[in-house]
């Protein structure tokens, strides 16, 4: 059963930092694209990174670009949303998918393409 499982969310002052993990069960990630959504209360959820299998390539939302680093463990089929210099803004609700491919499906805010989401994990940047 595929499985996808977000963790390391919680509450954090602004320009603060914190580590999502998206640990995979039920398939081995090194075959998959995964990407991190996010969904703030009242708003669309939107595509915030993603990194292929492929070659590793990474994808940014202009929003984070710079703040925020994606990168994958093969070796213990998770992948990583390393946030740093948070903002009120960045608080939401964030998940991750994966489009069943090697490649990142674009756009991101074509959800149906991804095909396995997780259950989220909530981020709150607030003082």
């Known amino acids: 059963q595929v499985q996808l499982v977000e963790s390391g969310g919680g509450l954090v002052q602004p320009g603060g930092s914190l580590r999502l993990s998206c640990a995979a069960s039920g398939f081995t990630l090194d075959y998959y694209a995964i990407g991190w959504f996010r969904q703030a209360p009242g708003k669309e959820r939107e595509g915030v990174s993603c990194i292929s299998s492929s070659d590793g390539s990474t994808y940014y939302a202009d929003s984070v670009k710079g703040r925020f680093t994606i990168s994958r463990d093969n070796a213990k089929n998770t992948v990583y949303l390393q946030m740093n210099s948070l903002k009120p803004e960045d608080t939401a609700v964030y998940y991750c998918?994966?489009?069943?491919?090697?490649?990142?499906?674009?756009?991101?805010?074509?959800?149906?393409?991804?095909?396995?989401w997780g259950q989220g994990t909530q981020v709150t940047v607030s003082s």
């Open positions: 998918a994966t489009p069943e491919a090697v490649l990142c499906s674009f756009p991101m805010n074509l959800l149906d393409e991804y095909d396995y």
